[in-house]
C-alpha cells in the first residue's frame, strides 16, 4: 500500500473534485511549486494509485437515467459458475458495476438503462438467460442525495 501524506491527499482530493484541473491550479491550491506538484502527481499515477481520468456523463442525455441495483444469487457455488457469470456481465453494456459480494447472495450489479421497459428487456433477455442464475432482486434507485463516484 502507498503511503499518502497530508499533500498527495489533497491532490487527489483535488483531482477527485476536477480531473482536469490545470497543474498550474493545483499546484497553487495544494502549496506546492508547479514541477513539485506535477512530479507527485506523475508518481500517483505510476504507482497506479491515480487509475485514470474520466468523463462524467449526464444520464438522463445519453439514455442511462433509469439505475437499478441488482441482487444475484447463483444455483451453484462453483468457479466455472462465478467465471460464466462474470463473463456475461463483462459483455452486458448495461451494467456498469459488477461486484462479488459476501452475504446473502453472490453479486451486486448496477445497472443502468432508458427506461422500466429497458430494464424489463434487460432482466427476461439477458439476466434471465445467464446460466447459474438463482435469483434476481432488482432496486430501482429513486434518488441520489449523495454519489461521488468520479
Known amino acids: 500500500m502507498t503511503r499518502i501524506d497530508d499533500i498527495n491527499a489533497r491532490i487527489l482530493r ?3 473534485a476536477d480531473g482536469r484541473v490545470s497543474n498550474l491550479v493545483l499546484a497553487e491550491k495544494v502549496g506546492l511549486s508547479p514541477s513539485a506538484c506535477l512530479r507527485r502527481v506523475q508518481e500517483l499515477e505510476r504507482l497506479g494509485v491515480i487509475k485514470g481520468y474520466r468523463a462524467r456523463l449526464d444520464p438522463a442525455q445519453t439514455g442511462r437515467a433509469y ?3 441488482v441482487a444475484v444469487g447463483l444455483s ?4 466455472t459458475a462465478q467465471e460464466t457469470f462474470e463473463r456475461a456481465m463483462q459483455r452486458a453494456e448495461e451494467v456498469t458495476e459488477c461486484h462479488n459480494v459476501a452475504g446473502a447472495f453472490e453479486y451486486m450489479l448496477r445497472v ?3 427506461d422500466l421497459p429497458a430494464y424489463k428487456a434487460f432482466h427476461t433477455e439477458k439476466l434471465g438467460t ?3 442464475v438463482r435469483s434476481i432482486t432488482s432496486y430501482m434507485v429513486m434518488g ?4 461521488v463516484r468520479g
Do not use: G, R
Not at 451453484?76 to 468457479?79: A, C, L, M, R, V
Not at 441520489?144 to 454519489?147: A, G, H, T, V, Y
Open 76 to 79: 451453484e457455488h462453483t468457479k
Open 144 to 147: 441520489s442525495p449523495k454519489d
Open 14 to 16: 483535488e483531482l477527485s
Open 67 to 69: 439505475v437499478v441495483y
Open 130 to 132: 445467464v446460466p447459474h
Open 112 to 114: 443502468e438503462v432508458e
